[in-house]
């Protein structure tokens, strides 16, 4: 994940990859649990989609929440290109974010128990990296579909913030928006480390709580 070119800006307009109009193959089904990775999702179901550096250990988080997680998914969102590939991501010059795609079931595992566990898998604060990864696909960011998660989404983002301020950390760098479009990256990349356990994880969160959907004070 470190070999490509690292840009930590954003591309302007003219740098921009065209892309093509067809989707890029990818899997059918999720590898852990066999469910349709493109839907149809069950009645009820919500998505939400979430970039917190490489996408492979990002992914693991999720599906590992078990019961409630209907599936997870790892693509591109919140850039111009569309339908990129891995490496025109990676090149900067698409601007995407590397992200999951979580469908889950609100009555079974709440909202709030996802921004949990986003927050405290990575550090929020630090631009355009994480850890060693250094680019503009790295970035933290929360893409929702509509006002009342965002909100959600905005609120807990400033609980966490106080509790990383207290510890000593910078102001949280979390982009929350309508990312557009997801696009499903290729096949190889879905539920990587399920296929390979040894594979790279450059996730470290910041050992700080955060303190939402638990009734509890930050540490």
Request: hydrophobic share 35%.
């Amino acid at each position: 994940m470190l070999f490509f070119r690292k840009r930590a800006e954003m591309p302007a307009p003219d740098q921009i990859l065209p892309g093509r109009p067809a989707p890029l193959p990818t899997a059918e089904r999720h590898f852990v649990n066999g469910r349709p990775l493109k839907g149809p999702y069950p009645d009820g179901t919500e998505t939400v989609v979430f970039g917190l550096g490489c996408f492979w250990g990002a992914e693991r988080k999720f599906w590992q929440l078990g019961d409630g997680v209907f599936v997870t998914a790892v693509g591109y969102a919140a850039g111009t290109t569309p339908n990129p590939t891995y490496e025109e991501v990676c090149s900067g010059l698409t601007g995407h974010n590397e992200v999951v795609l979580v469908a889950y079931d609100p009555a079974v595992i709440p909202f709030q128990t996802l921004l949990k566990t986003f927050w405290e898998s990575h550090d929020p604060t630090q631009g355009m990296r994480q850890g060693n990864d250094v680019g503009t696909q790295y970035r933290s960011g929360i893409y929702l579909p509509d006002a009342a998660r965002r909100a959600e989404a905005e609120a807990s983002r400033d609980t966490y913030a106080a509790a990383l301020k207290a510890r000593g950390y910078g102001p949280i760098t979390t982009e929350i928006r309508d990312g557009g479009p997801f696009y499903f990256a290729e096949e190889y990349h879905q539920q990587y480390l399920a296929k390979n356990p040894g594979g790279y994880c450059g996730l470290g969160g910041t050992g700080v709580s955060c303190p939402i959907g638990v009734g509890v004070a930050a540490e």
